[in-house]
Nanobody, 121 residues
């Protein structure tokens, strides 16, 4: 069974930095797009950033210039470097991947369990 496991969440002061990691485990044939989403209390889940297998990136406007998404294809891992954090960045951050498990023919969407990032003012 393929799993996405996030790490790196926690409490950070405004203006600080945090790096999230998400590793896909299991017997994986290939991973296409990977991304990070977040859900703040009382709000819907929103896209934060995505990255293609080739390294092309996309960011929501509110994090441009502050967050950087990257990936290590050899390790099936995606990262989110978050700088200049603001209280409004407080949310549960979820990892997402479009992946194909070994011995299957379709790419399916997988989600991690989420990791909480709290930014104090």
């Amino acid at each position: 069974q393929v799993q996405l496991v996030e790490s790196g969440g926690g409490l950070v002061q405004a203006g600080g930095s945090r790096r999230l990691s998400c590793a896909a485990s299991g017997i994986i044939f290939s991973i296409n797009d990977m991304g990070w989403y977040r859900q703040a209390p009382g709000k819907q889940r929103e896209l934060v950033a995505t990255i293609t297998r080739g390294g092309s990136t996309n960011y929501t406007d509110s994090v441009k210039g502050r967050f950087t998404i990257s990936r290590d294809n050899a390790k099936n891992t995606v990262y989110l470097q978050m700088n200049s954090l603001k209280p409004e960045d407080t949310a549960v951050y979820y990892c997402n991947a479009q992946l194909r498990e070994a011995f299957t023919t379709k790419y399916l969407e997988r989600w991690g369990q989420g990791t909480l990032v709290t930014v104090s003012s």
